[in-house]
């Protein structure tokens, strides 16, 4: 169960090509989970693919 005490809940709508136009775009979940890891002093991702 998710108690939003202990956790931290980003919402915005599904990502799907037919809803993204609604909220996904410019929700800015990646670069906000960066800086609740940079908070909490944890490594933070790198959301770019490697192609190698």
Not at 14 to 31: D, E, I, T, V
């Amino acid at each position: 169960m998710i108690d939003r005490q202990k956790h931290y809940v980003l919402t915005a709508p599904h990502p799907s090509p037919l809803s993204a136009r609604r909220g996904f775009f410019g929700c800015s979940h990646f670069s906000k989970t960066n800086q609740l890891l940079e908070v909490l002093g944890k490594p933070t991702i790198n959301w770019q693919p490697r192609l190698d």
